[in-house]
């Protein structure tokens, strides 16, 4: 599976959008970008997945670039309950669309909401 | 989503001794799922991946014969840290897949401590 990059952390204000990039510049055709979160001493949490459109649900959304080779994540309302960590990682995804590969963790993007 | 619960959430124990760690999944039955163990301010380093009625295939690195992993059914895992040691003192998570959903749930972790 390809690596990503991610900032080590980042803040947002209460009620304000979150942006959070990953660069995944060596992503192949085959791979989707899964987005990940773990808030403290909890197991992590899936967000949203996406190969190579725009995704939305209602959690977040998700932009990634035309080239693949990036992609931000973004929590339209954070709320101080969305500090966690955040965890961008790019897998492969089976011809029949099963997803059960085993999971890379990078070390994330620490997002920190405060007031 | 799915619902993965893991028991017990906390344990202590004393140096030498086993200890068993189960992985539920509650709504769907789990063809494949995964050991983690993640140690304080790191990420997650996945430990070994288990289908139901088969033996565990570990990563690099982790001991087989101290880390027993049971797949029996298709709604439980277990994972045994045989002759615990202090070193071993971690936070564990499962996660687990399943056609219903397509997709990987994650319990709530388990946190170990040896003294």
Redesign the interface.
Known sequence: DAKTTQPPSMDCAEGRAANLPCNHSTISGNEYVYWYRQIHSQGPQYIIHGLKNNETNEMASLIITEDRKSSTLILPHATLRDTAVYYCIVRVVSAGGTSYGKLTFGQGTILTVHP | ?AV?S?HPSRVICKSGTSVKIECRSLDFQA??M?W?RQFPKQ????MA?SNEGSKATYEQGVEKDKFLINHASLTLSTLTVTSAHPEDSS?Y?C?A?G?KY????????T?LTVL
Do not use: A, H, K
Not at chain 2, 43 to 46: D, E, N, Q, V, Y
Not at chain 2, 102 to 109: L, Y
């Open positions: 989503g993965v893991q063809t494949t995964f983690y990420s997650l380093m996945l991946t936070f998570i996660s897949w056609r397509n997709e990987q749930f994650f319990g709530p972790g946190r």
